[in-house]
Nanobody
Framework: QVELVESGGGSVQSGGSLRLSCAVS???????????VGWFRQQTGKERVALAR???????RYADSVKGRFTISQDAAKTSLFLQMNDLKDDDTAMYFC????????????????????WGQGTPVTVSS
């Protein structure tokens, strides 16, 4: 069992920044085991898409749409996941989710919503001009 709770969403003007946080816990999530966690977003009427992912050892992958603007990171204790979002655009408006893959597995090629089985409840981000 993995539990994830997002926070940090809100409203911001275009060009601004936000930092999302995700508290990761649960009996199955152990920082010494391989894992893969990531951030996704879902815009109204669209599918949930991957933005960034990171594994236990800090290896990252980003979607082209956010590369250079968003940064995924985790704390040293591996209990919190972050998404620093800079130069936000109107099109970044969405519900943002953090997610975990099956504990004990590395990311490998996993970069779609179907690859992640544990989800937070989401935090909304609204970007306006």
């Amino acid at each position: 069992q993995v539990e994830l709770v997002e926070s940090g969403g809100g409203s911001v003007q275009s060009g601004g920044s936000l930092r999302l946080s995700c508290a990761v816990s649960g009996s199955s999530f152990q920082a010494w085991k391989p894992y893969c966690v990531g951030w996704f977003r879902q815009q109204t009427g669209k599918e949930r898409v991957a933005l960034a992912r990171i594994d236990r050892d800090g290896y990252t992958r980003y979607a082209d749409s956010v590369k250079g603007r968003f940064t995924i990171s985790q704390d040293a204790a591996k209990t919190s996941l972050f998404l620093q979002m800079n130069d936000l655009k109107d099109d970044d408006t969405a519900m943002y989710f953090c997610a975990s893959g099956q504990p004990g597995l590395w990311c490998r090629d996993r970069f779609s919503a179907a690859d992640f089985g544990y989800w937070g409840q989401g935090t909304p981000v609204t970007v306006s001009s």
